[in-house]
């Protein structure tokens, strides 16, 4: 099948893979403990029928002509092998914790892999590792009930029979990109979208001041640690008529609070946040696996000390408006912005919100009971991401919400973590009993000491680049005037210099990944994502590839893709 471009979001992910280096950092983990009479063999017939089904659980995502894109597998040569073993139960729940943090690599690995281990007689645990760039969490109800119907089809000794899906993830990224035009065109959806976000986003602080235990290391670990968040069923009650009477959702809600909380702990008063939302926005992409998901960054302004009801209206009014622009992807954002790049923090936000309405992984196979069990790879970039799930009850009312306050293990430690979300339930019930009251006298646990200190520790200022000398300086050696004609024919400029920053000259990731594929061409040497965005100048990258005797190890697809 011919090769077909990543969507945009595949793109942050593809390129995230690539700048980070293999990690686990985007494993979804799902951990289904079965009991009851199992038919291992008919699971496995039923997980190749679903990969045959969905296209991108048999994509791999190689580079052709210096651009990332979809190859699609024929379901003979790209299905997963479902791996069993029969093991006690302290090796099963080591074995799943191994797997799970086993990293993809997306130009070569399908991504998706499965295992299923014997702990007992009709007592199995059922491990499935997707990689992000193929699945999100709006995914789980399509996966699981094509798994469960090709299941009991394979039990009867049939093939399942689906109505055929009426579009694949690849048409999907082909028709977004149809979408939104191009930002050159000043009447595409593209163009208009940015000029929103240019807007939206002027001026975004840098970094956010936070109550951290240590200064932010050079390079994040990505090493997340988590305490628990828990909302009891009335105070969920009461946070819902709160929003209903301020035209508000639960989510504006959170988001207010949030926001309320950051400036309480001396984070500012300009607060950006991140936040996934599904773009799903057609019905033939309801029953289709993939990754449709978008980042938005929502700015909340909590300055001159509002009452609750305040804050809330304004939030309100700048998510709304950020939802009704929410088509551009994340990555053009960040393009159009253009702030310091680093490996040490998340580019515009380093906080983010995930809220879900009642969102279940269920998975129902016949005669079987399958109960999910949660797994944290304790991978992440962020600093902070509340993560909450809202419950209902039996009759319908609120049931309470519950999740997880996620921190970087750089930069706090779990005592620190644990009052940060002390405090947000503290201040969800404070504004939940007095909304009019001004957001600074909720009464908070965290040590002022601590506070006024996150306040005299101030975030650094890049430092400025040194003047240039003149003339400007030339190219030192073959290598490097090699390298200025092809960061020259990139960029699309008649003229480098070393010290000259891709970024800073209009390169973007995707133009970092064109780079690269010319560096690897006509050097013939392999230069990392990472080692290219650590140092992105002629100057840098020559000394990184040193005397460009190292040979490119990439293997053909054919040779290491997955049967």
């Not at 069993?84 to 302290?90: C, H, I, P, W």
């Not at 093939?159 to 000043?186: M, N, T």
């Not at 010319?518 to 013939?524: A, K, M, N, Q």
């Given at each position: 099948m011919a090769a077909a471009p990543l969507s945009f979001a595949q793109e942050r992910l593809w390129f995230l893979n690539q700048v980070e280096g293999l990690s686990a950092a985007y494993n979804s983990p799902e951990v289904f403990r079965l009991s009851g009479p199992l038919d291992a063999g008919a699971l496995e017939s039923a997980f190749r029928d679903v990969v045959a089904r969905h296209e991108i659980l048999r994509t791999v995502f190689p580079v052709v002509n210096g651009h990332p894109c979809q190859q699609v597998l024929s379901p003979d040569h790209g299905n997963p092998v479902l791996e069993?073993?029969?093991?006690?139960?302290?090796d099963a729940q080591e074995a799943v914790a191994k797997a799970a943090a086993r990293d993809f690599d997306l130009t070569v690995d399908l991504p998706v892999r499965v295992w299923l281990f014997a702990v007992a007689p009709e007592e199995h645990v059922l491990l499935v590792v997707l990689h992000h760039i193929a699945w999100d969490a709006w995914s789980a109800e399509p996966l699981w009930g094509?798994?469960?119907?090709?299941?009991?089809?394979?039990?009867?000794?049939?093939?399942?029979?689906?109505?055929?899906?009426?579009?694949?993830?690849?048409?999907?990224?082909?028709?977004?990109?149809?979408?939104?035009?191009?930002?050159?065109?000043?009447?595409?959806?593209?163009?208009?979208?940015?000029a929103y976000w240019r807007d939206q986003l002027a001026g975004l602080p840098t970094e956010l001041r936070l109550p951290t235990d240590r200064t932010r290391p050079p390079v994040a670990s990505s090493v997340v640690g988590t305490v628990p968040l828990q909302l009891e069923a009335g105070l969920h009650g009461k946070l819902e008529e709160l929003a209903r009477e301020s035209e508000a959702t639960m989510f504006m809600v959170v988001h207010a609070a949030v926001a309320a909380l950051l400036t309480r702990l001396g984070a500012g008063t300009d607060l950006p946040v991140g936040t996934m939302v599904a773009d799903r926005g057609d019905d033939a992409l309801n029953d289709l696996v993939g990754f449709f998901v978008n980042v938005l960054v929502l700015r909340a302004n909590t300055a001159g000390d509002p009452s609750f009801?305040?804050?809330?209206?304004?939030?309100?009014?700048?998510?709304?408006?950020?939802f009704e622009h929410r088509e551009l992807p994340f990555d053009k954002v960040v393009h159009a912005l253009n702030p310091e790049r680093s490996v040490d923090r998340n580019p515009l936000y380093q906080v983010s919100i995930a809220f879900y309405d009642g969102l279940e992984n269920v998975l129902r196979l016949k005669d079987v009971v399958a109960r999910h069990e949660s797994l944290d790879t304790n991978t992440g970039r962020l600093d902070l991401i509340v993560d909450l799930n809202e419950k209902r009850a039996e009759s319908g009312g609120p049931g309470g919400i519950e999740g997880t306050l996620a921190f970087a293990v750089d930069l706090f430690d779990h005592e620190t973590a644990t009052l940060i979300a002390r405090d947000l339930v503290l201040l969800l019930e404070a504004v939940a009993a007095a909304p009019d009251a001004p957001i600074s006298q909720a009464d908070l646990q965290f040590p002022a000491d601590r506070l006024q200190a996150a306040a005299n520790q101030k975030v650094a200022d890049p430092a400025p680049a040194p003047p240039r000398a003149t003339p400007p300086s030339a190219a030192r050696s073959a290598l490097e005037q090699t390298l200025h004609g092809l960061f020259a024919e990139v960029l699309k400029r008649t003229e480098i210099q070393d010290d000259d920053d891709f970024f800073l000259l209009g390169g973007h990731s995707l133009a970092a990944t064109r780079l690269i594929?010319?560096?690897?061409?006509?050097?013939?040497?392999?230069?990392?994502?990472?080692?290219?965005?650590?140092?992105?100048?002629?100057?840098?990258?020559a000394r990184r590839i040193g005397d460009a005797s190292r040979p490119d190890p990439l293997p053909s697809i054919s040779r290491r893709a997955r049967s």
């Open positions: 069993r073993a029969e093991l006690s139960e302290q094509d798994l469960a119907q090709a299941y009991e089809a394979r039990l009867a000794g049939t093939e399942p029979h689906w109505s055929p899906l009426p579009v694949q993830y690849s048409g999907y990224a082909v028709w977004q990109r149809a979408l939104l035009g191009d930002a050159d065109d000043p009447a595409s959806m593209m163009s208009r979208e940015l009801r305040a804050l809330l209206a304004r939030i309100r009014d700048t998510d709304l408006a950020a594929s010319r560096i690897r061409s006509v050097l013939g040497v392999r230069l990392k994502v990472g080692e290219f965005f650590a140092e992105p100048t002629v100057a840098g990258v």
